[in-house]
């Protein structure tokens, strides 16, 4: 069976590769709202697959990410076994060292599984 484009893209992407990320050219504090409603991983006891709404919230510094880009690396979790947990955690730390921004939060709300209803929020102000 053929691979798709989409599919090839997503196996290829890198999140470490400059082109993801582009100056930030104001030096005014602003934030960035961005909520990535499809996020879909592996439950790694069962095989079964989570969905959640990703909300990112940021004030950045240098750098902004390039938001296809954003995209396709919340895409690249759909085939990987991760818990609620390390998957939010991945995220903001991924972002959090690549973008260096002056305030970050990620919510990570989970759709409800056997009547579990999971949300993670982690944000830099509190660490």
Known sequence: MEIKYGE???LEFDINNEVNFWPN???KNYIIDIELPEFMAKCPRSGYPDFATIK???TPNKRVIELKALKIYINSFMNRYIS???SANEIFDTLNSK?????L???ADF???GNVHTVIEIDS???
């Open 125 to 127: 102000s509190k660490l």
């Open 105 to 107: 939060k990620v919510i």
């Open 99 to 103: 973008l260096e921004p002056k305030w």
């Open 8 to 10: 090839k893209e997503i």
């Open 111 to 113: 759709k409800p599984r």
């Open 84 to 86: 609620h947990e390390n």
């Open 56 to 58: 990112i919230q940021y």
């Open 25 to 27: 050219e104001h030096d």
